[in-house]
């Protein structure tokens, strides 16, 4: 890239020039071992005027399929023509990815220490650092998770109702299902929207697994946005299927703890009363059946099939009719799948 007339960007210490490039290292704090935290911010500064796009995974540690589609989406020679600037971060609990481990090394949940303080815990500071350094730099922002350990989630995106701006950026990512939710507190999508910046939440896959079908979808929904927002040049066309929409999702409960037969995946559709598993000791000839509340889409289940009373069992969410939910859902996932073979290298940073 050569350099134009646009201001360089700045991030933290670094001075990125238009039509350039860069990896910028933020330090975050230091462990007790005096072993330094820092935060790499990969920054593509595009030779013209545009949003500022900020791509982040792996807030819970353990939830790597963002780092794979923060790989492909750096790959891609498109990259080089982006109007604004596009910030990935890979890796936001670099502690956490270390480990293996959803949090941080005090057990605190990064994603629930925000907007943080400076003189807080290890995780309120690092929040603190990553809200004024990074996040209040952009326009919009995207944040990548997976279902936690033993917990797998179909490909969807969440969204506060109120923002109509989020809601059109997960209009068009075009994953499966959107679910019309109020961002948490402690959050970085609470405190993005108390800042009044946009910001899509994109759940698919398992912790600590690469998930082929949402790492595929994951990327082709933020090239959707980017292109929607002027970033990046069409080339292809928009999708034909239009996301489904859920207003409410809750979860199934085991009423007993025991072996968990399961009898449903993700994507299935479920009516009040069907039998999602069954719960049984392996002491004595005790089963007991896990049936659905209400009628839904199944977006998350447990894989674990020892289970505790009380444990969060599926995630359902209710849409408006199971027979369009059924036909959506087929129709995306053969259009991801009809987009991605003769693209892979070239379109998707596949190699």
Sequence with gaps: MQNGTRAPFILGNSSIPPGSRAVVDIPFGKLYTHTELNIGAHVIHGRKDGPVLLVTAALHGDEINGVEICRRLLKLPRLNQLKGTLIIVPIVNTYGFVQQSRYLPDRRDLNRSFPGSEKGSLGSRMAFQFTDKILKNCTHAIDLHTGAIHRSNLPQVRASAKDKVALRMAEVFN?????KAASRDGTMRGTANNLGIPLLLYEAGEALRFDEQSINVGVRGILNVMTDLGMLRAVRKKPTTKSLFSKKSSWVRAE???IARYYVG???????????AHIYSPYSDFEVAVPASFDGIVIGRNNLPLVNEGEALFHVAEVSSLDEAE?????????????????????????
């Design 175 to 179: 994953a499966p299902i959107i679910i």
């Design 327 to 351: 036909k959506t859902l087929d129709a995306i996932n053969d259009e991801v799948d009809n987009a991605m073979p003769p693209v892979l290298g070239e379109e998707y940073g596949v190699v």
């Design 256 to 258: 007993h703890d025991g």
């Design 266 to 276: 993700l994507g299935q559709t479920v009516k009040t009363g069907d039998v999602l």
